[in-house]
């Protein structure tokens, strides 16, 4: 099985990812009795300190701000085998900025020092915000946070609008820092308290040690609002508070009497060091993203859109790359546009693009996940290959600089295929239009079942379903920013390719259900919305339908192209049509699906993708037929679907 899938992946893996590491300036000190490594990395002081014997994976403490205070349990975590490592991001607050510097020094100490995939966060007082904010970015990259009298909240420090003093130079700072008027600063959403959903998820230990009587960075508005929160997300956290010793600077600094019972936290969560498979060998850059990338950088402008089923609609990765986006071309105006609709397919996708993305052509990068849907939806390969293909050449005739990524999500039926040695069709269809068109792909289907292979983690306790829990997403996005994170040569609009398959519905369309010809038996509501308790998905309600359910009900369709075919709201009346076009004999088609019973599902119909081009004539009629456990004949027609 794992042979097999490298050998898979092997065709489009990339080298590993390293950063932009420029190391400077680099020489040998001593630090408590220990060889300590000190250099500039790309502009910020930094430094290792090595112990006198490594233990097996080279685990190690990360120091977040303060590397002076309150040493001792990282001279004791030294003489057992831990490295120590720090980078001075000096008055960043955990801003982007200062993240970005963080994943470049984490590429650097874990590519070319060897350091484990996962180290230990070590924060004092303000290096809570650099703490948390990069483990909330990177959860599945971290063992363990451990903190002393940690800023949670900055309108508690430095903001002092609670009960805590405050200080109202660092808070002009931290304003300048983020760019925030007074008012953005006070609604800022993403303090260490805040979106803990997939650090909780992904199962990273919290050690708080506070002093109840601190006045600088209290505990009621900081440490205990956090750890109530994590606890009730599923996470595990320990309070410590400080009693003994004397407290000084307003109960904010306090003794720590026995550093190694902490010592003894951060080696029960770091050891045995786990060696998780490379992020790297899920995607394929291909001609990567450099024309999306060039204009966020050079037009400080930016469209990126999302065109996928529920796992996209649903947000959690999509979110995060929006984010990631953001952060990494600050000053770009971005526009993110959501068009996951729940259900859908590449079959849906190929037709409702230029609806749902009536700018297509201002698109920069474009996202589309399309296989696990065209698994559930049981989608012919062949007609995958139409689809996707067409949703390639539409997008690229419509814009020639867009870029494009093709996503393969997981299923239990991927799974089941990548377990008896198989490659999903979805998957290989995906990659066999990526790989034509030059184009990025991931392949997180693969990826997760060679994962769960390796027992890194389970798909029924922390994937939990295809709709990924925040644990999953966090797995998705963790590969996803993989991919952005790597940049190809420049590379100018290329003509496109000939065709793989002769009928791609690279024009694909919606067609008004106006253009039918109605002959009798059906009916218009130009503002549907059903009559019954069934539910709806969004766009497909209070919408143009033409509905029918009288048995001979019969309507005429004059269109002009290659494909024809409706979409249709399936829901719990869903009833039998036969269709014939061109004046063939008639065909039989059940509308009914297994989710029509509570819902009015769209459903996307293909009557034929292969005619002659030209004009054609489909006629449609409601059988004498139903389904066996109801009486119902129902066709309620949102949009036909045409390629011209």
């Known amino acids: 099985m794992r042979i097999l899938l490298r050998l898979i992946l092997a065709a489009c893996c990339l080298l590993p990812l390293t950063a932009a590491a420029q190391v400077t300036g680099s020489q040998t000190l001593s630090w408590k009795g220990f060889e300590k490594n000190a250099f500039t990395f790309n502009g910020s002081p930094a430094w290792v300190v090595k112990p006198h014997q490594a233990l097996p994976g080279n685990p190690w403490i990360w120091r977040a701000y303060f590397p002076d205070w309150h040493t001792d349990m990282d001279s004791i975590l030294l003489q057992r085998g831990f490295h120590i490592a720090y980078i001075h991001v000096r008055d960043r607050y955990g801003d982007p900025a200062a993240m970005q510097t963080w994943d470049h020094f984490y590429a650097y100490l874990t590519t070319q020092r060897a350091l484990a995939a996962r180290p230990a966060l070590e924060a004092v007082s303000r290096g809570g915000l650099y703490a948390y904010a990069w483990a909330k970015r990177n959860p599945l990259k971290v063992s363990c946070i451990y903190a002393e009298a940690p800023v949670c909240d900055v309108k508690s420090w430095p903001g002092g609008k609670g009960a805590g003093k405050g200080d109202s130079a660092c808070w002009k700072q931290l304003l300048n820092v983020y760019g925030f008027r007074e008012e953005q600063a006070l609604a800022f959403k993403d303090n260490p308290a805040d979106n803990l959903e997939g650090l909780a998820a992904c199962h990273v230990p919290v050690l708080h040690v506070i002093s109840l009587k601190d006045e600088i960075v209290p505990p009621a508005e900081n440490t205990l609002p956090l750890v109530q929160q994590y606890i009730r997300l599923g ?40 060696t998780p498979l490379p992020d790297t060998g899920w995607f394929a850059l291909r001609n990567g993203l450099t024309r999306a990338y060039t204009r966020f950088r050079e037009q400080k402008t930016g469209t990126v859109a999302f065109l996928g089923g529920s796992i996209t609609h649903n947000g959690g990765w999509r979110d995060k790359v929006s984010q990631y986006l953001r952060e990494h071309f600050p000053g770009t105006a971005f526009r993110f546009i959501n068009a996951g609709i729940p259900s859908l397919g590449s079959l849906p996708h190929a037709f409702r693009l230029g609806h749902d993305l009536p700018e297509l ?43 494009i990524v093709l996503m393969s999500f997981a299923d239990p039926e991927k799974l089941e295929d990548y377990a008896g040695g198989r490659i999903p069709a ?10 034509h068109y030059r184009l990025p792909s991931v392949n997180l289907a693969a990826e997760i079942a060679e994962r769960i292979n390796a027992r890194e983690f389970s798909w029924e306790d922390d994937f939990e379903d295809l709709h990924p829990a925040p644990f999953g997403q966090e797995m998705y996005f963790k590969t996803i920013k993989a991919l952005l994170a790597k940049e190809s040569k420049p590379s100018p609009p290329q003509p496109l390719p000939a065709p793989l398959t002769r009928y791609s519905f690279d024009k694909g369309r919606y067609l008004s259900v106006t253009a039918a010809r109605p002959e009798k038996g059906w009916r218009l509501h130009n503002d549907w919305s059903p009559a019954d308790q069934a539910g709806t998905r969004p766009g497909f309600v209070h919408i143009p339908v033409l509905c029918a359910d009288t048995p001979g009900a019969v309507l005429t369709l004059p269109f002009n192209g290659t494909a024809v075919g409706m979409a249709i709201l399936s829901g719990p009346d869903a009833g039998v049509v036969e269709y014939s076009i061109d004046q063939s004999p008639y065909r039989e088609l059940n509308l009914y699906t297994r989710w029509s019973k509570r819902l009015h599902l769209p459903w996307y119909v293909l009557f034929a993708g292969k005619l002659k081009p030209g004009k054609h004539i489909l006629r449609l009629r409601i059988s004498e037929k139903s389904r066996n456990d109801n009486n119902a004949h129902a066709c309620r027609i949102a949009y036909f679907l045409v390629n011209d």
Not at 235 to 257: D, M
Not at 388 to 394: A, D, F, K, P, S
Not at 426 to 435: D, F, G, T, W, Y
């Open 361 to 403: 052509d201002k698109t920069d990068l474009l996202f589309v996940e399309a296989a696990v849907n065209d698994r559930v939806n049981q989608l012919d390969s062949a007609i995958q290959l139409q689809t996707l293909e067409g949703i390639v050449r539409h997008a690229r005739r419509s814009n020639p600089a867009m870029d």
């Open 426 to 435: 979805e998957v290989s269809n995906h990659e066999r239009i990526a790989a």
């Open 235 to 274: 996470g595990t956290a320990t309070v410590h508070p400080v009693k003994e010793g004397p407290k000084t600077l307003s109960g904010h600094h306090f003794p720590i009497t026995h550093p190694e019972r902490f010592a003894d936290f951060i080696c029960t969560h770091t050891l045995p060091v786990a």
